[in-house]
C-alpha cells in the first residue's frame, strides 16, 4: 500500500468510503437520525451522486497517470478500471430505478378498485402520527390530488383504479373456495408472519387482518390490510411516504396472495 501512487491511494480510499457513506445514508435514516427525505434524496440521490462523480473524475485522472507511467503497473490500472467501473454501475442502477419509479407512478395498491379495503382506526393513527400520505380517494385523478401536483398531463387525468388495472392486470382477489372465514383470517395472519410483517392484528368479526411491512435499509413503512369477504380475500398495501412505490405494493401483494393460497390451499 505505501508502494501505490499518490492517485491510486485516493482512489482506494474513495472505493472505501463510498459503501459507508450509502450504509450510514440509509440505516441514519432507519433508526431516526434523519428524515427520509435527508437520507434518501438530500443524501443518497443528492450527496450520493456527487460523490460518485469525484470518484469517477479521481478515476480517470489515476487510469490516463498509470497509462503513460513507465513502467505500466497492472494492478494501478485495475484499481482505477475499478474505480471507473463501480460509479458507473451505481449511476446505472439509479438510472433503472427512475425508471422504475416512472412505471410506478402510485403508492397505495389493492385488488378491488371500486371499494379497496379500508384500514382500522388504530393504522390510521398511526400513519398520521408517522406524519404519512393521507389516503386516496381511488377514482379521483391523480392531478386532482395534492401529492401529485406537477404530474405529466397523461399521468394526472388518470385515477388510482385506472392505474392498478392498467398496470397491475394481474393482481386479483383470492377465492376462499372451502375455506372458511377463520381459516382464512388465521392463514393471513400466517403468512404475514412469513413475510416478516410487524404489529399484526386481527379483527375476526369485521374479517380483516392488518401489518406493517418494513424495508431493511430506510426503515420505509407500508401498511397492509386484508378483508376477508364471504367468498375471497381482497388485499390492499399503501406505502406511508413518497409519490411512488417502485413497484413494491404490488409484489408485495402477489406474495402475499400466493402463501395465502398455498396455506387454504386455493390458486
Known sequence: MTHLPWHTKIVLAL?????????????????????????????TFGGGV????????????????????????????????????????????FASARGT??????????????????FSAETLAAREAAGANPLSDYQTPLGQLELYEGAAPELAIKSHAQIITDRYAGL?????????????????????????????RTDAAAGTVEGVAETFWFGFKDDVVARIAENEIDFRSVSRVGRSDLGANAKRIADLREQVAGQIGQR
Open 15 to 43: 472505493l472505501a468510503f463510498l459503501p459507508l457513506y450509502f450504509v450510514v445514508s440509509a440505516l441514519g435514516t432507519k433508526i431516526g437520525l434523519w428524515s427520509w427525505q435527508t437520507g434518501l434524496m438530500a443524501l
Open 50 to 93: 456527487m460523490l460518485l462523480g469525484i470518484e469517477a473524475v479521481a478515476a480517470l485522472v489515476s487510469l490516463i497517470m498509470a497509462m503513460i507511467a513507465k513502467p505500466r503497473r497492472n494492478g494501478v490500472l485495475a484499481v482505477a478500471i475499478i474505480g471507473l467501473l463501480v460509479p458507473g454501475a451505481v449511476f446505472v442502477m
Open 101 to 118: 419509479a416512472a412505471n410506478n407512478p402510485i403508492h397505495d395498491v389493492a385488488t378491488d378498485t371500486a371499494d379497496p379495503p379500508a
Open 172 to 200: 386479483a382477489p383470492l377465492p376462499l373456495a372451502g375455506a372458511s372465514r377463520a381459516d382464512a383470517v388465521a392463514a393471513v395472519a400466517a403468512a404475514m408472519g412469513n413475510m416478516g410483517f410487524k404489529d399484526i
